[in-house]
């Protein structure tokens, strides 16, 4: 199990990092942490909460279509 300041995470939690701020920024446990470095350490939580494996769509990449001009 993955664990983190005493929060234990699910097994296979691989929720975005947007979800899981709003699930745990409001525990005791980062209420706690100045607001300064609480943003870091909501990142580390998700990053042991999630082992890396984030879940989500891939970003899409932009396709620029590029026309040839005739001489």
């Given amino acids: 199990m993955r664990t983190y300041k ?20 409001s525990t005791h ?4 942490i ?5 943003e870091a350490e909501l990142k580390k939580a998700h ?3 999630t082992d890396g494996n984030i879940s989500g ?3 899409k990449s932009k396709e620029t279509e590029t ?5």
């Avoid at 929060?7 to 745990?24: C, D, L, M, R, W």
């Avoid at 026309?67 to 001489?71: D, S």
Wanted: aromatic content about 16%.
């Fill in 47 to 49: 990053k042991i909460a």
């Fill in 29 to 32: 446990i980062f209420k706690e």
């Fill in 6 to 25: 005493g929060i234990v995470f699910a097994e296979g939690y691989n929720k975005p990092f947007a979800e899981f701020k709003k699930e745990f920024a």
């Fill in 57 to 59: 769509t891939p970003s």
């Fill in 34 to 38: 100045p607001s300064g470095e609480r």
């Fill in 67 to 71: 026309t040839k001009t005739a001489e």
